[in-house]
């Protein structure tokens, strides 16, 4: 059996149909307040149950893990998930361990909202252009410049190196890109990044 597997349709697949697709799009959208929330209320929330903040994203982690180990031991699949995730890990633990990972390694604002928005924009931006019908270029090139914009507009506000706008584009595009059987994209588009950023910092002092 093949790694890869091939591209798919996610309205057919989603339980739900297209109300299931339209709410995967949402979490995924909703994604994108997660260092905002972090940054703003994560040490607040540690300091009420002792814990620091580091802590606090692994047992966030941990707990995530837990309830996928016991979602995939029932069989159990909610809307908006797709209907082989009954069997495999689901997009949206993927994507806990790939936000988990990006605080806990990258806990700078400067990495963690472009990594974070990259995800949580980019896929979605990727994938509705891909269901559209649109070339193989279009959605590359797309993705590029949405993508870039993401950090471009985080270099403005938050601080990310500049540098890091043309390079991480173009990598965050072709990480959402394998169609891997068991590991979803959730997570090559946040820990391939990842890898990337922290292979570069010592050379921008960020973290």
Known sequence: MSDQV??????ELSVGGMSGHILRRGIHL????LPLLYFEFGQDVADAVSLSLAQVVSSIIMIAVFGEALRLRMGWTVVG???????QVSALAWGALGVGMVFLLTPEAAYAYPLILSLSLGDPLLGEIRRKGASTQTVI??????????????AYLVETPWVLVPIMAPICVAAEWPRLRYIDDNATMLLIPLAVV??????????
């Open 81 to 87: 998930q797709r209907s082989y995730e009954a069997k």
């Open 6 to 11: 091939e591209l798919t349709n996610p309205v």
């Open 30 to 33: 909703a994604m994108s307040f």
């Open 141 to 154: 090139w797309v993705g590029m410049l949405g993508i870039a914009v993401i950090w471009a507009a985080c």
């Open 198 to 207: 922290l292979i570069f910092d010592p050379f921008l002092g960020v973290i």
